[in-house]
């Protein structure tokens, strides 16, 4: 088990304010960048974007009589709502971002 996790195995709200272990570059003394962090935030407004704009192109043009184009943005604004709401629960775990 890595230093971050407790007895069973399970990340503490503590874990997810200093931000999780990201990748390790080798050659991050010298050359490298700093470990990368998801921009959760940024990641809401898009796929909120994203929902709100495929649920009304969606809607619009299935009443216009193009059914298979409103079916897709349909999907795909089924695919933001998923993300959007697993990127919302990774803010309320406490994760920065």
Same mark, same amino acid.
């Given at each position: 088990?890595?230093?971050?996790?407790?007895?069973?195995?399970?990340r503490t709200r503590d874990d997810y304010e200093r931000g999780l272990p990201g990748?390790?570059?080798?050659?991050?003394?010298?050359?490298? @960048? @700093?470990?990368?962090? @998801?921009?959760?935030?940024?990641?809401?407004?898009?796929?909120s974007f994203g929902l709100v704009f495929c649920a009304a192109s969606a809607v619009?043009?299935?009443?216009?009589?193009?059914?298979?184009?409103?079916?897709?943005?349909?999907?795909?604004?089924?695919?933001?709502?998923?993300?959007?709401?697993?990127?919302?629960?990774?803010?309320?775990?406490?994760?920065?971002?």
């Open positions: 088990m890595s230093e971050h996790d407790n007895r069973r195995g399970r990748y390790h570059d080798p050659t991050a003394g010298f050359a490298g @960048s @700093s470990p990368a962090r @998801s921009a959760l935030t940024l990641r809401v407004v898009l796929a619009f043009l299935i009443k216009s009589g193009l059914t298979a184009l409103g079916i897709a943005l349909a999907v795909l604004g089924a695919v933001a709502l998923v993300d959007l709401s697993w990127v919302v629960h990774r803010k309320r775990r406490g994760e920065p971002g």
